[in-house]
């Protein structure tokens, strides 16, 4: 298990007390769906995880790459 430190800007819209450096410690990583605004599924990786001791669940979007497109 890897731990990493973060720092947290202040427009970030993390709820812990404060903002600046916390423990941030990786627990698992999952592709999930998650329901959009259309009714549509859109994947997202979510990660298990414990910032300063408390677990969270972080969920961020899984979005294709697009460095096979051509140029415009």
Same mark, same amino acid.
């Given at each position: ?7 947290? /800007?202040?427009? #970030? !819209? $993390? %709820?812990? @007390? !404060?903002? !600046? +450096?916390? %423990? $941030? ?6 592709? @999930? ?5 259309? !009714? $549509?599924?859109? =994947?997202?990786? @979510? $990660?298990?995880? +414990? ?7 972080? #969920?961020? =979007?899984?979005?294709?790459? +697009?460095?096979?497109? /051509? #140029? %415009?």
């Amino acid at each position: 298990m890897k731990k990493y430190g973060i720092t947290v /800007p202040d427009n #970030a !819209g $993390f %709820t812990a @007390e !404060g903002k !600046g +450096q916390y %423990t $941030f410690d990786v627990r698992d990583v999952t592709l @999930e769906y998650s329901l959009d605004s259309k !009714g $549509f599924y859109q =994947p997202v990786y @979510e $990660f298990d995880a +414990q910032v300063d001791g408390n677990k969270v669940v972080i #969920a961020i =979007p899984a979005l294709k790459s +697009q460095s096979h497109l /051509p #140029a %415009t």
